[in-house]
């Protein structure tokens, strides 16, 4: 029995349905020349190859007590919705709601869920402005 949920592909279904969700803790990027550069010790929530090493997500005490070193503090949210990796307009909406209040928001789609890093100062305001954006639709 597959006890997945709908996967939705409609733009305002999806906004309406996101329930945007805190993780705990603080969090950073930095960039290593490869993931075995990362101590074993280390949780990476997320990766992305690019031309100047990997760009690693990781917790903020860990960057710190490893020396990498970034000065922008990010809070996560995850967007609960099973959005489709073929939807349009969820990741507009979000952004583009934060983008009025300027708030920065840098956005990691998975392929369940997308997730918002906000700088950690901005976090409660950014829930609420989703919940509200959420409730428009």
């Not at 029995?1 to 906004?15: T, Y």
């Not at 603080?26 to 031309?51: G, H, K, L, M, N």
């Not at 969820?90 to 997730?115: P, R």
Request: proline share 5%.
């Amino acid at each position: 029995m597959d006890d997945q949920p709908q996967v939705i592909s409609d733009r305002h279904e999806m906004v309406r349905s996101m329930d945007p969700q805190v993780v705990p803790g603080i969090f950073v990027f930095a960039t290593v020349p490869q993931i075995e550069s990362v101590p074993d010790d280390v949780d990476v929530y997320s990766t992305v190859r690019e031309a100047e090493g990997l760009s690693v997500v990781i917790a903020y005490d860990d960057a710190h007590r490893f020396g990498l070193t970034e000065p922008v503090k990010l809070g996560w949210i995850t967007l609960t919705v099973n959005s489709s990796l073929e939807g349009v307009g969820l990741t507009a909406a979000v952004s583009g709601v934060l983008a009025e209040h300027g708030i920065a928001c840098n956005v990691i789609a998975g392929h369940h869920h997308d997730h918002l890093l906000v700088p950690v100062d901005e976090v409660n305001a950014a829930i609420q402005l989703l919940k509200t954006l959420a409730d428009q639709r």
